[in-house]
């Protein structure tokens, strides 16, 4: 498993590549991009986003009150509102993406298919049994 320092690093080298080029982007498009700043960087934010799925939480809510609240203080010491993570996620919603797409292998052209008959449970049966 990834350690959550390694995870954190290697999201933050991409941050600092990809912030100045997107920026760049929005400025040359005359996009406008409301920001406000936050004690919690970009960085950490998509790290707190990538560690839900890891963790394989049910909810955010119950991942960020009942366990990043309470046991990564220590690793996010800049903590904000469950509220205000909520509009930061929207923020990170493009450059996740990005750090995602970045991760993605290339393509060998080689597929497997399990062509093995799973039956389907009763209620979900479209025929009598």
């Given at each position: 498993?990834?350690?959550l320092e390694a995870l954190f690093t290697d999201i933050d080298d991409f941050c600092k590549q990809f912030l100045p080029q997107w920026q760049a982007m929005l400025i040359a498009s005359k996009q406008k991009q409301h920001y406000q700043p936050s004690s919690l960087t970009l960085s950490e934010v998509m790290t707190l986003l990538i560690l839900f799925h890891i963790e394989?939480?049910?909810?955010?809510?119950?991942?960020?009150l009942g366990y990043v609240c309470k046991h990564l203080r220590k690793a996010f010491p800049q903590l904000v509102s469950y509220t205000r993570l909520l509009t930061l996620k929207r923020q990170a919603l493009m450059p996740l993406c990005a750090f995602l797409t970045s991760k993605k292998a290339t393509p060998t052209g080689i597929a497997f298919i399990d062509s093995t008959f799973i039956e389907c449970l009763p209620q979900y049966s479209d025929s009598p049994k």
């Amino acid at each position: 498993m990834v350690s959550l320092e390694a995870l954190f690093t290697d999201i933050d080298d991409f941050c600092k590549q990809f912030l100045p080029q997107w920026q760049a982007m929005l400025i040359a498009s005359k996009q406008k991009q409301h920001y406000q700043p936050s004690s919690l960087t970009l960085s950490e934010v998509m790290t707190l986003l990538i560690l839900f799925h890891i963790e394989r939480y049910r909810n955010f809510k119950a991942f960020y009150l009942g366990y990043v609240c309470k046991h990564l203080r220590k690793a996010f010491p800049q903590l904000v509102s469950y509220t205000r993570l909520l509009t930061l996620k929207r923020q990170a919603l493009m450059p996740l993406c990005a750090f995602l797409t970045s991760k993605k292998a290339t393509p060998t052209g080689i597929a497997f298919i399990d062509s093995t008959f799973i039956e389907c449970l009763p209620q979900y049966s479209d025929s009598p049994k």
